[in-house]
């Protein structure tokens, strides 16, 4: 019953009698319902004391924090050569389709050619297979592998014979074979990061050589 609810003191049953004394005979019925829903909305809390829980925004490791973990530090033996030849064929595939394979390759005087190079640029080299062909270091030149890490400045390149090389991009000229193409790629025109490089635009008109 609502009036033994909201009665449970001396002053609240004063005020159920006083309202039953004083409002007209036929709305005393209608008293105890009344009490009741006030009493029902007094214990509903307002939006502004409402507390929803707090809830904590995942963040991600800044680059800094991953180089200090140590996930861009790969032992010099610890990749075999045969455990990312899967790799190496998933970047084929991925690559074709990037640059259209299947349809005719534009020449470099042709009008495709801009979007041709512009969409190589952008794509992803994790995975290919890089020959360093020229190199101001003499003992990188020769050095051929799968990348496996791409960084502003170096690629990280794993040979047939299971050893981790760190190829810096600037002094060295690479070569890229891909189905029937052997593209040619100046480590200097790629020294962003591969997430930045592919928002980028990469001059067309430069000088292709060594610094």
């Known amino acids: 019953m609502a009036s033994k609810e909201f009665g449970q003191s001396e002053s609240a049953q004063a005020v159920i009698n006083f309202l039953k004394s004083n409002v007209p005979r036929s709305d005393v019925p209608n008293i105890e319902a009344e009490l009741k829903k006030e009493f029902v ?18 963040r991600c490791l800044t680059r800094e924090e991953r180089k200090t973990l140590g996930f861009y530090t790969i032992p010099r033996n610890s990749v075999k050569y045969s455990d990312v030849l899967p790799m190496h064929s998933m970047w084929v595939e991925y690559m074709s389709q990037v640059l259209e394979l299947d349809k005719s390759v534009p020449t470099p005087t042709g009008k495709n050619w801009d979007s041709f190079t512009q969409s190589f640029y952008k794509a992803d080299f994790h995975g290919s297979i890089l020959c360093v062909v020229r190199s101001k270091c003499p003992s990188y030149v020769g050095k051929l592998g799968i990348c496996i890490i791409d960084t502003r400045n170096t690629f990280k390149i794993v040979s047939k014979d299971n050893v981790v090389t760190t190829i810096p991009k600037k002094e060295s000229v690479f070569e890229m074979h ?22 980028k635009k990469i001059k067309t008109q430069q000088h292709p050589d060594l610094i």
């Open 41 to 58: 909305f007094a214990k509903k809390k307002s939006k502004s004391q409402r507390k929803k829980p707090s809830r904590k925004k995942a």
């Open 178 to 199: 891909l189905k029937h193409l052997r593209i040619t790629l100046f480590g200097k025109h790629l020294c962003v990061r591969p997430a930045e490089r592919s928002t």
